[in-house]
């Protein structure tokens, strides 16, 4: 069974260019959490996705938005890039996005603004 | 509101001595609380959650957490640590869906 996974595994952009970030859940979750972790720092909630809808929404402003396709699988898109993008981009899956359910991280991808 | 404050951001510890990594949380609601842990260059693994059972919480690769509502902890233990316990350490809370807030995290490392 395989895990959570995302691509690509490392990106580098450089300011005002756009990127996306993709994320397939774990089998049987359909609910796809997206989190920015800075370097020395935990990770920030970005938003929730739940039945192709966005759920939850973190303190990140409109450049940062998403999508959630009908295999449940996840974007993450960021547009206008800044220095300050530069991060590990988490993805978290989990059944019903409840706050019981357990989280299964991916990887990450990690991205550097230049 | 919820937050969560890891207290040390980097711990040392001997391999075989006690592990002890504090997080104190605030939550207006009653919380659910985890610790998960990251190796370099790896996403986060779930090591134990507290979900208002149990308030010792036993979790994987032999840690345990207590739940202390009095003092609003959520300190992480282990009895003896390994080398392979080196690792970097984040306390959540979550209460509404499964948002979670993180902790920055505390560096544990085992010396030899």
């Known amino acids: 069974d395989a895990g959570v996974t995302q691509s690509p595994t490392h990106l580098i952009k450089t300011r005002g260019q756009q990127v996306t970030l993709r994320c397939s859940p774990k089998?049987?979750?359909?609910?796809v959490s997206w989190y920015q972790q800075a370097l020395g720092q935990g990770p920030q909630f970005i938003f929730q996705?739940?039945?192709?809808?966005?759920?939850q929404r973190g303190n990140f402003p409109d450049r940062f938005s998403g999508h959630q396709f009908p295999n449940y699988s996840s974007e993450l898109n960021v547009n206008a890039l800044w220095l300050g993008d530069s991060a590990l981009y988490l993805c978290?899956?989990?059944?019903?996005?409840?706050?019981?359910?357990?989280?299964?991280f991916g990887p990450g991808t990690r991205l550097l603004v230049l | 509101a919820q937050s969560v404050t890891q207290l040390g951001s980097h711990v040392s510890v001997s391999e075989g001595a006690l592990v002890l990594l504090r997080c104190n949380y605030s939550?207006?609601?009653?919380?659910?609380l985890f610790w998960y842990v990251q190796y370099p260059n790896q996403g986060l693994q779930l090591l134990l959650k507290?979900?208002?059972?149990?308030?010792l919480v036993k979790g994987i690769n032999g840690f345990e957490a207590e739940f202390k509502k009095s003092e609003t902890s959520f300190h992480l233990t282990k009895p003896s640590a390994h080398m392979s316990d080196a690792a970097e350490y984040f306390c959540?809370?979550?209460?509404?869906?499964?948002?979670?807030?993180f902790g920055d995290g505390t560096t544990l490392t085992v010396k030899p």
């Open positions: 089998s049987g979750h359909d609910t």
């Open positions: 507290y979900t208002s059972a149990a308030t």
């Open positions: 978290a899956s989990s059944s019903s996005g409840t706050a019981l359910e357990t989280q299964y």
């Open positions: 996705y739940y039945e192709e809808e966005e759920r």
């Open positions: 959540a809370v979550s209460r509404q869906g499964s948002k979670s807030t």
């Open positions: 939550s207006s609601v009653p919380p659910y």
